[in-house]
């Protein structure tokens, strides 16, 4: 079984000019990921449960998890000298970072949701992480809020972290989507999931219903037609994005998080979530939207942007669309 280090020098060998920059990045991430995994096995062990008594940009209560993955995935990515600027969901601003006169040349930006569905983190359910990767845009050595504020279809690559009942890495460069599975004794990912695609059809719905009075009419409209419609249209709703929109990419389903009374613009945050997520659905065969375009093809406005998110198998996006346009 091939290893995510073969993998990568394989696909690397395959790509003229390559300079193996971007291997490193992705070397710096699974590195990172190996600890935060470590440590969510270990909750309820030592002291990494609960709240810090402080909120992130978004005004959300930071669990010590949400700080402590933070701190890491920034440690190794800034260490090895690989990228010029990150951005984190639990960050107020860009992170520049600056390398020796010889290093000056790092051209990779990265995007991080370091800890997913933190707020599940004291009942011992599946958590994950979620990256996306660009390429600096800005001429000089630094970078400027411009290079983050990039349309999803710039991306590089992306990918999410699970950390479940195994640990499982997916990521996609553009050239499909492929899962590895971490195994701890030895702390090595192998290719476990090759070209994730999703099924032809689904039948799972995850939406938080609980927001249901508040949604747009469209969207009650079409969740009324569809399970009147389909007799096996299911409810799997786990409150972990990453864990959800995994489940859907092996069984097939459609995520939903439509705006609300709560969040009138949405909830899900455009840089962090929707477009690398969006990116990792269509390259598996899928369709990812806002109330009324590709998710892909929004032009951020800000680090921090929201964005009303469905995504899933095509078939059943374009049914919601179909409402949503009316």
Known sequence: MKTLGEFLIANQQRIQGSTGEFSKVIHALRLASKVVSHEVNKAGLVDILGEVGTTNIQGESQQKLDVFAHELFIKALTNRKIVCGIASEEADDYIQVKHPASDENSKYIVLIDPLDGSSNIDVNVSLGTIFSIYKKKSKGNEVVLEDFLQAGTEQVAAGYILYGTSTLFVYT????????????????????????????????????????ASFPQSVKDFLKKRK?????????????????????????????????????????????????????????????????????????????????????NREMVENLLEHLQK
């Open 173 to 212: 460069t553009g050239q499909g989507v492929n899962g590895f599975t971490l195994n701890p004794a030895i702390g090595t990912f192998y290719l476990s999931h090759p070209n994730i695609t999703l099924p032809p059809e689904g039948h799972i719905y995850s939406i938080n219903e609980a927001n249901y």
């Open 228 to 312: 009147a419609e389909d007799l096996n249209y299911t409810t799997r709703y786990i409150g972990s994005m990453v864990a959800d929109i995994h489940r859907n990419m092996l069984k097939g389903g459609l995520f939903m998080y439509p705006p609300n009374a709560k969040s009138p613009n949405g909830k899900l945050r455009l840089l962090y979530e929707c477009n690398p997520i969006a990116f990792i659905v269509e390259q598996a065969g899928g369709m990812a939207v806002n109330m009324d375009k590709r998710i892909m093809e929004i032009n951020p406005k800000s680090l921090h942007q929201r964005e009303p998110f469905f995504c899933g």
